[in-house]
């Protein structure tokens, strides 16, 4: 990576929760940079830690000690730097798909003129320009995702957060999902942290794979994720899984993982 500004980073953070039956301690100590248009994706088992790292990125948690930084300022609270694309489309059953997508900026007070405009082509873009006066019960799962992915970007956020995206897709939908939208992703340059439980969809989609230890979650390791046996250009998501190099950093970074399993 080169010497710029961070477009995220994460200094020191520990992050504890407080309930009835004592402090649960979720991450400690976690030290990451996220480079401007980088996509980074973060694995580790369930209880890790790995949401509680994007929504303190969103800020919608404040660490327990240490900071959080974009573009080199103090994370205080929601900013609409971020965007957070959830594990399911959350879209409203009584809204059509444009009006789902005009949500954000309803919400944030945006020009509503102008992402009127940009509602349009992103839902032109990610091929829903037939469905914009639909409701959500009359879509797939993954056209679903799709809009939801467009309600997310119509705020032109600069970072987007990805919780488990694809979880609630099947495995055929989810395998096309991943190459959609990892290709829409490195089109449009934005800065990602996505979190997922598999490691094969984080290795065909991110520049960098973070692994996180059991809880309370470290960073156990990082994996620069390259596919050269392909050529100069990086092939998509779904082609990824057929070069020389992924099954390498599968086999790594499972094994890494399973230490923490047997633990």
């Not at 010497?3 to 407080?18: C, D, G, H, T």
């Not at 799962?141 to 809009?147: D, F, S």
Request: glycine share 8%; with cysteine; net charge negative.
């Amino acid at each position: 990576m080169n010497a710029r500004m961070p477009k995220v980073e994460l200094r020191n953070i520990r992050q504890i929760y407080f309930s009835e039956e004592g402090e649960v301690e979720a991450i400690r100590d976690i030290t990451l940079s996220v480079q401007p248009g980088e996509f980074v994706g973060i694995v580790g088992q369930s209880g890790c830690g790995k949401s509680t790292l994007l929504s303190l990125v969103a800020g919608l948690l404040s660490p327990t000690s240490g900071e959080v930084l974009i573009d080199g300022r103090p994370v205080k609270g929601p900013t609409h730097e971020t965007g957070y694309m959830f594990q399911h489309d959350t879209l409203f059953e009584w809204r059509t798909i444009f009006d789902n997508v005009m949500l954000g900026p309803e919400i944030q007070g945006l020009d509503l003129s102008q992402c009127r405009t940009r509602a349009h082509t992103l839902l032109d873009r990610y091929g829903l320009s037939d469905f914009k006066g639909k409701f959500p019960q009359q879509l797939s799962g993954g056209m679903r995702q799709r809009a939801a992915l467009a309600r997310t970007m119509c705020t032109e956020p600069a970072i987007l957060l990805l919780d488990e995206p694809f979880s609630a897709l099947d495995y055929q939908t989810r395998l096309a999902m991943s190459d959609e939208i990892g290709m829409i992703l490195r089109r449009e340059k934005r800065t990602v942290i996505m979190v997922t439980h598999d490691i094969s969809e984080a290795i065909s989609m991110s520049d960098r794979v973070v692994v996180l230890s059991a809880r309370p979650g470290q960073i156990r390791s990082e994996h620069l994720i390259s596919f050269t046996s392909a050529g100069r250009e990086r092939p998509t998501p779904l082609a990824s899984r057929d070069t020389l190099e992924f099954g390498q950093y599968f086999q790594t970074i499972w094994q890494e993982l399973d230490v923490y399993v047997d633990r």
